[in-house]
């Protein structure tokens, strides 16, 4: 059989060469990872081919027996690691290591300052992956052959990690994929068999397949031996199982670099038996707005590995959680559209579900610092939460977290319970505003009367808090109020006299308000005094159920056709510029000062005006006027 060669010598995307310089610097106290990658990548190789075999069993060959081999050769100074799994063709190859495919990759490049140090701590959360090898390596050898293709498809790859990397094809008549590392000067150390039997102790004992190496015996040193434990971790019993292994296993699943914050491992036995093992990261990946990418749960029945990102296994809001579902009960040849339409896949994930809520309750209770660096990573995924998890609305409203009037004003640090427990005396409602960012909503002047009356308010100025709302309407009997919305009505809040005040006020300006509604024209649904006011003249106010305008202009500019909702102006009948104008005779100048009055309760909403031409030079013929021109 002939092999035509066909070498030839590729480039790496820019974004692998800069990830290999930075790796190279920021790893190096760390570099016996390089093994831990490729292991890892070597067991995932031979989980995809478990899988694939089960609809065509040619692809095992005459070799059924999975294992990875990890051997050196101390003279030649290199480090091989060895499966026989799926492999790769001379694309995949291209593919997966010229390039980086993980998505968010160039936003993460972006997000690089050039400043070393810095940097470093970054490179970790990314993910290294195979190109790790280059950090004790300076040539890297990699030949593969793809599960069920001819011995002559073999190709060979191989780099100096500068720059380029030369592909070739090559007659190769084991399936599965050979990496050899030719270890930098000073690294020597690797080709030792005591050095990588403990690497792969810490790193990979917990991988479910046999990870061998020559046995050092006398007389037998050309027979492998088992070197790990082989079995599958989740499937051990949780009392003798240590927290680095747990760790370990995390990094191999979640391809992150560092530790999880949390995990929740459980067997379940009986009708059903399955168990799961899951994983909180420290970080949010980069990827996280993505809704369609990447659910990080692992599908195993009995042991075998049979999808990733299997979707049906957790809801959306909860898609940073990573780990793994191993059933004994399911088919080995479940497909995605079973799990659609499953049973015992629909009682696993109920029950992942209150587990992963019952480990972050938990960490909210009584690591309150950690629930805070969880809160500030994924927090605004969990607000998707109430709209799509009804059944578990009232817990997952328990974990929301507020910026508050009485908390801090731009971090949201303030729980349900917390505003419970400091409501005022008479207080029966919850208290809260939407705005386009946190300061927009600290500075609102719907506010005035709250902080008058030292009541709480929650802060609210993400993308989906106004949406989020609108799936919350209580929380332990107590409503949620927008008080930038219908009337106002601080129920025993306000005292008889208050009230009595109020409506006299608005007897007494029923002129001024029916000029102005008059002046503004169908601006305006309404124009009321205001008890919401003290220091502001004016402000904007919705009805009841309609969408706030922060929300209405979200939708408009996501080209959503949203019917104009008029706002209701209301005006401080007390603030001295309304008393000022409420007099004026030259009709010319009262509509100026009500037109004014509602451009400004529109900007200090974080508004925009239709025609800021026109507010400006209002405006500066007013100041003349009142500067007696
Ligand atoms: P990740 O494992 O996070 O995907 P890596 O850099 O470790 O990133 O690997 C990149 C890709 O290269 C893998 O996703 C896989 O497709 C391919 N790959 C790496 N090693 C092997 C292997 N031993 N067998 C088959 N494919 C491999
Ligand atoms: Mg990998």
Redo the contacts with the bound molecule.
């Keep these: 059989m002939s092999v035509d060669a066909h070498k030839e010598t590729l480039g790496f995307q820019t974004e692998v060469r800069q990830l290999l310089k930075l790796m190279i610097h920021s790893l190096y106290s760390n570099k016996e990872i390089f093994l831990r990658?490729l292991i890892?990548?070597?067991s995932?190789?031979c989980d995809k081919l478990r899988f694939e075999a089960l609809t065509d069993e040619a692809l095992m060959e005459d070799d059924a027996e999975l294992k990875i081999q990890v051997e050196f050769d101390k003279d030649a100074k290199t480090v091989t690691v060895r499966?026989n799994?799926?492999?790769?063709d001379r694309e995949?190859v291209m593919e997966?290591?010229g390039t980086i495919a993980?998505s968010g990759t160039k936003q993460f490049f972006e997000s690089l300052t050039g400043d070393q140090a810095k940097d470093a701590q970054l490179i970790g959360q990314f993910?290294v992956?195979?190109?790790s090898a280059f950090i004790v390596a300076d040539k890297v050898s990699l030949t593969?052959r793809r599960a069920g293709m001819g011995a002559e498809h073999g190709v060979r790859w191989e780099s100096d990690g500068e720059g380029e990397y030369t592909l070739e094809t090559v007659e190769r008549p084991m399936r599965?994929?050979e990496?050899t590392l030719h270890l930098r000067e000073g690294e020597e150390e690797f080709a030792e068999a005591y050095r990588l039997r403990h690497i792969i102790n810490k790193y990979s004992d917990h991988i479910n397949l046999p990870i061998e190496m020559k046995s050092e015996e006398e007389g037998k040193q050309d027979e492998y031996e088992v070197v790990n434990s082989a079995s599958a971790l989740w499937a051990r019993p949780k009392t003798e199982i240590k927290d680095e292994e747990y760790n370990e296993f995390y990094k191999h699943i979640a391809?992150d670099f560092e530790e999880p914050l949390a995990h929740i491992h459980t067997k379940v036995e009986g009708n059903q038996s399955y168990a799961t093992l899951f994983y909180v990261p420290q970080r949010a990946p980069f990827d996280l707005w993505d809704r369609d990418k990447r659910h990080g749960v692992k599908l195993y029945v009995r042991r075998v590995f049979i999808m990733d990102d299997a979707e049906q296994l957790m809801p959306t809001y909860l898609r940073f959680i990573r780990g793994v579902v191993d059933s004994d009960d399911l088919p080995l040849n479940v497909s995605r559209e079973i799990l659609q339409r499953n049973k015992q896949i629909d009682t696993i994930r109920a029950a992942s579900v209150k587990k992963v809520l019952g480990l972050l309750e938990g960490m909210a209770n009584n690591e309150a610092e950690k629930y805070q660096g969880f809160w500030d990573e994924f927090g605004s995924v969990i607000k998707e939460g109430p709209a799509e998890d009804h059944a578990n609305k009232a817990r997952i409203a328990k974990l929301l977290r507020f910026a508050s009037t009485k908390g801090d004003a731009d971090k949201q640090t303030v729980s349900l319970d917390e505003y419970l427990s400091r409501m005022k005396e008479g207080q029966d409602k919850i208290y809260y505003i939407t705005a386009d960012s946190y300061a927009a909503a600290n500075n609102s002047p719907h506010l005035e009367v709250f902080r008058k009356k030292e009541v709480e308010v929650l802060l609210m100025g993400d993308r989906v808090d106004e949406w989020m709302m609108s799936f919350l309407d209580e929380f332990e009997g107590r409503q949620f109020q927008s008080i930038a919305k219908g009337e106002l009505d601080l129920g025993e809040l306000e005292d008889e006299q208050e009230k009595e005040e109020a409506k006299k006020s608005q007897q007494e300006h029923k002129d001024l308000l029916e000029r102005m509604q008059k002046a503004l024209g169908d601006k305006v649904k309404e124009v009321r005094v205001s008890h919401r006011l003290t220091r502001s003249p004016s402000c904007l106010v919705v009805e009841e159920h309609d969408m706030n305008l922060s929300m209405q202009k979200i939708l408009k500019q996501a080209g959503h056709d949203v019917p104009t909702m008029k706002p209701i102006l209301e005006i401080n009948s007390e603030h001295p510029l309304v008393r000022q104008f409420e007099h004026e005779q030259d009709e010319e100048r009262f509509s100026d000062w009500a037109h004014v009055l509602l451009d400004q309760a529109m900007l200090s909403e974080g508004g925009q005006l239709e025609d800021p031409a026109s507010f400006v030079s209002r405006l500066n013929e007013l100041m003349l006027d009142l500067s007696g021109k």
């Design positions: 990658e890892s990548n070597a995932d190789a499966d799994g799926i492999g790769m995949e997966n290591v993980k993910g992956g195979f190109y593969t599965g994929t990496v391809h």
